[in-house]
């Protein structure tokens, strides 16, 4: 009896030292996570000159170790956590206390922010959580942190890595993904998933149609942005850019002289048309570097995953480029490809920037935004619209600038009401081409137009079916600070349009 008492004894110290190990360790991590309480102003991009209401918002995020940008406190969270944040705070756990701080760093396209405490001496008790040295295994299990709606607490699930693939995130970045099988909800946003107290990932998705879907972005591109950053500036991930397809069908393998030793991806269309661009159409991409390519674009990251080659791009892209090997008619060819984080675009992405804007009169101008053109092209009503009525807005989607500084320049909203207006419809989201048969090329260059404008008339053109409008110049420019001022709008242009305007007289 003595004996089985002790030895139940035993077992319970036992027991209890390894639960008191495990809630130590679970204690540390938890302290290392941070609930982030944000006051922002999103934009409206279709009337760029008004103010929308603040409001509040949040995520989550985690106090990472991250000497390789300086000494002090960095929080670790998404960008659209914070994106368009007026004012930040960090809440760290077990406290009700708010921490104010500021954005150090922002990648919008893989949607990492990094911010720092504005006051040192504030800085809580807690570890900074170091980054996996490698992706994690599809089968092991992790612990995701956050604070989802729901509960005022630290929520923890555990969840399985499922897949792991190299995606689009937003923006055309892509990079390297984690699915999980955990349930992440709102708020979730910018938490660590960790494992043996190293970050994995950091949660950036869920797919609110299925059930315990949830996505990280890899420690491997939380360690490319710190890196970025060293010096301050965001550059982006260097990418390749360009349209490529496998080389597995049989009919374009005899078309291109490849015989079974030859495996790699196809050039169908060169990002550049220039004749010193190195990559051709019809070129067949065989080697990143040293790295051998499978007829999907694949390259062998280590035993058990396979990932796209462009994944390396990072990894290994030098000042004179990214070396590829091609095989073009016959011949194996070693290029230098340059590369670049962005394509170049003639309807931008705004990303995380605020819309320019110039009134005149009663029309609005602002430039044509990738953000408000997708929308639009999806819409049940605009999209049919823009199709029927020839809009470039679709024709030219996709387009690179025609020449330096094109943009297309559009009106975004309805005409302000105003007695010049009668009988015309709104020229509502079409492209102004001209002002008295001068090409606008630009919203600034449309600024200039205007300025040295001298004739009695002003006769704005639009693409596609659009009607012309024509208004009295005089009475046109000199109604616009009156309509200002009966819409309650402040300024009239945005901050880089008015230096246009001041420095050519205005």
Not at 125 to 136: G, K, N, S, T, V
Not at 150 to 160: F, M, N, P, V
Request: proline share 6%.
């Amino acid at each position: 009896m003595v004996r089985v008492t002790a030895m139940i004894l035993f077992l319970s110290i036992w027991i209890c030292t390894g639960d008191c190990d495990c809630l130590h360790a679970q204690d540390s991590v938890r302290d290392s996570v941070v609930k982030i309480h944000t006051t922002l102003r999103m934009p409206d991009y279709y009337r760029p000159w008004a103010k929308s209401s603040l409001r509040e918002s949040g995520g989550t995020g985690v106090f990472i170790d991250c000497d390789i940008v300086g000494e002090g406190d960095y929080v670790l969270t998404n960008a659209h956590v914070v994106q368009f944040a007026s004012q930040i705070y960090v809440q760290p756990n077990r406290t009700t206390n708010k921490l104010a701080a500021t954005i150090v760093a922002i990648a919008p396209g893989i949607d990492l922010a990094l911010l720092k405490l504005d006051d040192p001496a504030e800085s809580p008790d807690h570890e900074r959580l170091p980054l996996a040295e490698e992706l994690p295994r599809i089968k092991e299990t992790v612990n995701a942190y956050g604070f989802p709606i729901g509960g005022d607490e630290l929520s923890i699930t555990e969840g399985i890595v499922s897949r792991i693939e190299f995606a689009v995130f937003f923006f055309d970045v892509k990079g390297v993904r984690i699915q999980i099988d955990a349930a992440l909800n709102p708020g979730n946003s910018g938490g660590p998933a960790v494992k043996n107290d190293h970050i994995v990932g950091l949660v950036f998705s869920g797919i609110r149609e299925a059930d315990n879907i949830g996505y990280l972005i890899s420690a491997d591109e939380i360690r490319l942005f710190l890196h970025d950053i060293e010096d301050g500036v965001y550059n982006g991930k260097p990418a390749v850019w360009g349209s490529f397809s496998s080389a597995e069908n049989d009919a374009l393998r005899e078309h291109l002289a490849l015989d079974n030793t030859k495996t790699g991806i196809v050039v169908t269309e060169p990002y550049s048309d220039d004749e010193d661009y190195p990559l051709k159409r019809w070129d067949v991409i065989t080697h990143l570097g040293s790295h051998s390519l499978d007829n999907r674009g694949k390259v062998q990251v280590r035993d058990d995953l396979r990932l796209h080659s462009f994944y390396l791009v990072p990894q290994l892209v030098e000042k004179e480029g990214l070396e590829l090997t091609v095989f073009r008619k016959g011949e194996e060819l070693k290029v230098l490809l340059p590369v670049q984080s962005d394509r170049d675009r003639l309807i931008p992405i705004l990303k995380y920037n605020q819309p320019e804007y110039a009134i005149f009169g009663p029309l609005g101008f602002t430039v044509a935004y990738h953000e408000v053109v997708r929308r639009l092209a999806t819409h049940s009503k605009w999209g049919p619209y823009l199709m029927v009525s020839e809009n470039p807005l679709l024709e030219r989607f996709n387009d690179k600038p025609a020449f330096p500084g094109e943009q297309l320049v559009i009106v975004p909203s309805k005409m302000f009401p105003h007695p010049m207006t009668n009988g015309y419809s709104s020229p509502r989201m079409d492209v102004l081409t001209h002002v008295n048969d001068q090409p606008v090329k630009s919203l600034s260059h449309l600024v200039e137009l205007l300025r040295g404008a001298t004739g009695e008339y002003l006769e704005f053109r639009f693409g596609g079916l659009a009607e012309a409008l024509v208004f009295h110049r005089e009475e046109f420019l000199e109604s616009t600070e009156g309509i200002l001022e009966a819409e309650g709008i402040r300024r009239r242009f945005s901050p880089r349009i008015r230096e246009v305007w001041d420095s050519t007289g205005g």
